[in-house]
């Protein structure tokens, strides 16, 4: 039987079926053979992991087919439209999908500027965090916002997976409640918290807290009085601020002038927008 290779990262991307599902997949291929064949890069298994996990138990040949990415984002991307295009996908799920797309896109675009002189580059990754959001979300019919949230849940998930992956399965599977918006809020959260939570969810003792709210927000957007018009732009806001710090931190200060420059035309540009308010 062919060697095939299990990858982590793109295994947890593969749902393992529920008990009755498998079983009539198992039966299946008992009685008919393994009609489908494994979808394979590099000799990493990409897509049929239930298929070979049943062929492999009861010694069932199989065959395989090959496909070329330039980039495991590329087969990440690749795999999570699979996945969305032929699984009934629970809210969670399908906004994890989302969010791990957004982040695979945008690796792709900063691996394509690699060579671009880093004033340029800074500000070409400020022009696709807006560019990036917008076409996937004319993609998925969803709204840009959605998008940035979703990017953060799936931030938050990674972190959890990192300390606890049986507390991410329990997130994705439904077994446990903890809403969108505190996983969202999680993406900027302590390790210290993240570790908590995670350990909660793994135990069974997580009741589900809010985590902390970060000292830079100054606006309570959770108040009823709030304009919905206005909870957007503190969205739009808080989510460039977390893009501009993360490119800071990639720049490693090697660059502080022209990062200063950017960030300053954009205050410039906000001063104004304020001025303009009757």
Known sequence: MQDIIIDEEFRV????????TFATLEESILQHGCRDPLVLWEGILIDGYNRYKICSHHNIPFNTVDMEFDSREEVLIWIISNQISRRNLTPIQLSHYRGLHYKA????????????????????ELFHFATTADRLAKHYNVSYSTIKRNANLAEALTSIGEVSPEAKRKILAGEVQIGRNR????SSASKEEIAAVAAGI?????????PRASASAKIDIASDSILPEIRQL???????????????????????AELKSVLRSYIDQLEDLYKNIG
Do not use: H
């Open 234 to 256: 503190n969205t739009i806001i808080s989510d460039f601020a977390n893009s501009f710090n993360t490119l800071a931190r990639q720049a490693n200060n090697t660059a502080p």
């Open 183 to 186: 996983l969202e809020a999680l």
């Open 105 to 124: 896109d945008k690796k792709i675009q900063g691996t394509n500027n690699q060579f671009t002189p880093q004033s340029e580059k800074v500000q070409n």
């Open 13 to 20: 991307l593969l749902p393992v079926l529920d008990e009755e």
């Open 202 to 210: 793994e135990e069974g003792t997580y009741e589900g807290k809010a």
